[in-house]
């Protein structure tokens, strides 16, 4: 897949990470060069310095035969303009990250359907039932999928006994290429570092490579839990 990612920050480098040595052809879009040259060095991607919100910036990136953007910046008009423009340009299927809530709320206008963009995620509310599927998984409770089904996002209740509670995310032997989105403990959901503990009956927000997600998940699950596998059509 061609596939282009706006923002190089925090969510911009993750899904970079977890889409590197894939077979897909990245270019990441950021407005400073320096932290594009940081991850060009760990990454094998192709870097563009400049606004993605701007038509000749992304059709510079190859937004007219990309297959997906992903507009990930700190800032929710830029990421809509751009993955706006992107479809426009020609990209088969269009995601942009929003901090604003009201921007998922269709009570007045559909902003997604309005934009012609595809999905719209909110990472602070992502238990919104909006990006998820159900499962036949009884442990997880949502699913979205990536690059043709390549990466997984997996939210599910963290079980009484299970070998992460109680250890810092920095300690946890994650698989390369598993991120943990997110944490969602009571009403508060947080987007954690790696000092924070994990704790009984938090919801963990994983994105992972799915030929490794198994080997994530089991840090997780209660020791009389058996992970189902889990098909997912269409998408």
């Known amino acids: ?3 282009i990612i706006c923002g190089a920050g925090e969510v911009g480098s993750q899904a970079s990470e977890v ?3 894939k077979g ?3 270019t990441m879009i950021d407005r400073d060069a320096s932290r594009l040259a940081k991850i060009e060095d760990r990454l094998d991607l192709s870097t563009l310095a400049g606004n993605c919100a701007h038509a000749d910036i992304l059709m510079e990136a190859g937004a007219s ?4 953007i992903v507009a990930a910046t700190d800032n929710d008009e830029v990421n809509l ?4 423009i992107a479809r426009r340009l020609g990209v088969r299927k269009t995601i942009a990250r929003v901090h ?3 921007y998922l709320e269709q009570e007045s206008i559909n902003y997604s359907r309005s934009l012609g963009i595809d999905r719209l995620i909110c990472p602070e509310y992502l238990t919104a039932g909006a990006i998820a599927q159900s ?4 442990a997880a409770l949502a699913v979205e999928n990536f690059a043709g089904g390549q990466v ?3 939210q599910f209740r963290t079980a009484p006994g299970a070998r992460a509670v109680g250890q810092q995310l920095s300690d946890l032997p994650l698989p390369p290429g598993v991120r943990i989105a997110a944490i969602s403990r009571g009403r508060e959901v947080v987007i954690p570092d790696g000092t924070m503990r994990i704790e009984e009956k938090d919801v963990i927000f994983l994105v992972a490579n799915a030929d490794v997600f198994d080997t994530a998940y089991k840090l997780f699950a209660g020791q009389s839990f058996t992970r189902q596998k889990v098909v997912i059509n269409g998408g």
Not at 65 to 68: E, K, N, P, S
Not at 81 to 84: E, H, K, R
């Open 135 to 138: 499962l036949r998984n009884p």
């Open 65 to 68: 035969d990309a297959d997906l």
């Open 1 to 3: 897949m061609r596939i």
């Open 152 to 154: 997984e996002m997996q």
């Open 81 to 84: 303009l751009a993955a706006s």
């Open 19 to 21: 889409l590197d040595g």
């Open 100 to 102: 604003d809530y009201t």
């Open 24 to 26: 897909h052809s990245i």
